[in-house]
């Protein structure tokens, strides 16, 4: 693994409670991803990272928000989980814009 | 809106066929990405494609690129049972990389 540590690993939260995810890298790569994964719909970009503080909506941002203070450091936080958000979580670093993506071991969150 | 689509979504073989899994997209972009996943596991990078005409290799894997075609095709010879696993092309647009569904490749002996 290219040096990305997401956690937790395994969440099981409450339907309405916030829950932050976080990815942190040792790789000094500029941009970063948080996407998540559900059968047959491939992986779907929710925020990425463009450096500290520098953030943007992906595909599927509602009810999610980001926040990158370090550059090692992308924190997605649930507002206010939901069923729907069951999902497996993965973070994504690349060096730049155009290159590979590292993808984390995933956070697999279930929202009861 | 980008999308990407891949078929088959599914695919199972037999050990020592060859076959071809196609990326299909809507937009001219000319980056296009192929990983690989292993059930419940992380996506391991294989290519990245960034021209048309660009063709790579790595091993019984060959990945190429047509953006004229807006196509990226990953072709397999002589498929083992290593080769097991979820293959997911990705397109790139701006910063954001569009994954297909993915296609499931069992290959049995």
């Known amino acids: 693994d290219a040096g990305i540590t997401q956690s937790p690993r395994h969440k099981v939260t409450e339907t309405g409670t916030p829950v932050t995810l976080r990815c942190h890298q040792t790789e000094n790569h500029r941009y970063m991803y948080w996407y998540r994964q559900d059968p047959g719909h491939g992986l779907r970009l929710i925020h990425y990272?463009?450096?500290?503080?520098?953030?943007d909506k992906g595909e599927v941002s509602d009810g999610y928000s980001v926040s990158r203070s370090k550059t090692e450091d992308f924190l997605l936080t649930l507002e206010s989980a939901t069923s729907s958000q069951t999902s497996v979580y993965f973070c994504?670093?690349?060096?730049?814009?155009?290159?590979?993506?590292?993808f984390g071991q995933g956070t697999r969150l279930t929202v009861v | 809106e980008l999308k990407v689509e891949q078929n088959p979504l599914f695919l199972s073989m037999q050990e020592g066929k060859n076959y071809t899994i196609y990326c299909n997209y809507s937009?001219?972009?000319?980056?296009l990405y192929w990983y690989r996943q292993d059930p419940g596991k992380s996506l391991e990078s294989l290519f990245v494609l960034l021209s048309n005409g660009a063709v790579k290799q790595e091993g019984r894997l060959m990945a190429s690129l047509d953006t004229k075609a807006r196509l990226s095709t990953l072709h397999i010879t002589a498929a083992v049972h290593d080769l097991s696993a979820t293959y997911f092309c990705?397109?790139?647009?701006?910063?954001?990389?569009?994954f297909g569904a993915g296609t499931r490749l069992t290959v049995k002996p």
């Open positions: 937009t001219t972009s000319d980056r």
């Open positions: 990272s463009y450096g500290v503080k520098d953030t």
């Open positions: 990705a397109v790139g647009e701006n910063n954001d990389m569009r």
């Open positions: 994504a670093i690349s060096l730049l814009w155009d290159t590979e993506a590292f």
